[in-house]
C-alpha cells in the first residue's frame, strides 16, 4: 500500500538557520504536497509539486522531487520562530484512482528558538 | 479565503453514547473528508464523499458513520462511542481534482 513518511520525528534549529525535512514514499505518484500544522490548528498546504517537476519554490520554502529514489525534501530558509510546527508530506496515486485521498506521513515536529 | 468549520470544538463523550461532529464548507468543493489524527498515527482517513447525498470508507472506517446530506454539510457519526475513539478529528474539503485539501480547526473528542 503506498505510504508517506517523513524522515526525523523532530528538529531543532535556532532563528535563522536553515533546516530540511525529508520524505519518502512507496508507490508512483502524480504529486506531492508538504503540509504545516500549528499547534491547535489544521493542516494547511505549502508547496505542490508534481511528478514532473524536480523543484519548487514558495518565498522561503523550496521543495524537491526525485521520482527515482521515491523522495521529496522541504527546505526553509531564514527561519523564524512562527516557523515552529509539524510538517507532512502527502502523496496521491492520480486522480480517480484512489477516490482523491491523500495519504499524510506521521509528520516532523520542526522547533525553531530565539 | 477557503473555509471550513468544524462543531463542536470539543465534545466529551460517554462510553456507548452517541456523538455527532459536525463540518460545515463554503467552498463549493465537491469531496469532503474526515480524518483522525493520533501520536504517532499522523492523519488517518475515516470516511470521504464525492457529494451530496454520496458516503465512502476511507481507511479506518470501523465504528464510524458518515452523512453528506448537502454540498456544504458533513457529518461524522459515532453510534457507540468508545474510548480507543478519544482523538483529535478534522475535516476538510478539496474540489473534484482533489489536489488540494482545506482542513477545518478541529474537534477534540474525549469519550470516558
Known amino acids: 500500500s503506498q505510504l508517506a513518511e517523513e524522515n526525523s520525528w523532530a528538529l531543532s534549529v535556532h532563528e535563522g538557520e536553515s533546516v530540511t525535512v525529508n520524505c519518502s514514499y512507496k508507490t508512483s505518484i502524480t504529486a506531492l504536497q508538504w503540509y504545516r500544522q500549528k499547534s491547535g490548528k489544521g493542516p494547511a498546504q505549502l508547496i505542490l509539486?508534481?511528478?514532473?517537476?524536480r523543484e519548487k519554490r514558495n518565498g522561503r520554502l523550496r521543495a524537491t522531487l526525485d521520482t527515482s529514489s521515491q523522495s521529496s525534501s522541504l527546505s526553509i530558509t531564514a527561519t523564524r520562530c512562527e516557523d515552529t510546527a509539524v510538517y507532512f508530506c502527502?502523496?496521491?496515486?492520480?486522480?480517480?484512482?484512489?477516490?482523491?485521498?491523500?495519504?499524510f506521513g506521521i509528520g516532523t515536529l520542526l522547533s525553531v528558538k530565539p | 479565503e477557503a473555509a471550513v468549520t468544524q462543531s463542536p470544538r470539543n465534545k466529551v463523550a460517554v462510553t456507548g453514547g452517541k456523538v455527532t461532529l459536525s463540518c460545515n464548507q463554503t467552498n463549493n468543493h465537491n469531496n469532503m473528508y474526515w480524518y483522525r489524527q493520533d501520536t504517532g498515527h499522523g492523519l488517518r482517513l475515516i470516511h470521504y464523499?464525492?457529494?451530496?447525498?454520496?458516503?465512502e470508507k476511507g481507511d479506518i472506517p470501523d465504528g464510524y458513520k458518515a452523512s453528506r446530506p448537502s454540498q456544504e454539510n458533513f457529518s461524522l457519526i459515532l453510534e457507540l462511542a468508545t474510548p480507543s475513539q478519544t482523538s483529535v478529528y478534522f475535516c476538510a474539503s478539496g474540489d473534484a481534482a482533489g489536489v488540494e485539501q482545506y482542513f477545518g480547526p478541529g474537534t477534540r473528542l474525549t469519550v470516558l
Open positions: 509539486i508534481r511528478s514532473n517537476e
Open positions: 502527502a502523496t496521491d496515486a492520480g486522480y480517480g484512482s484512489s477516490g482523491n485521498k491523500l495519504i
Open positions: 464523499s464525492y457529494g451530496a447525498g454520496s458516503t
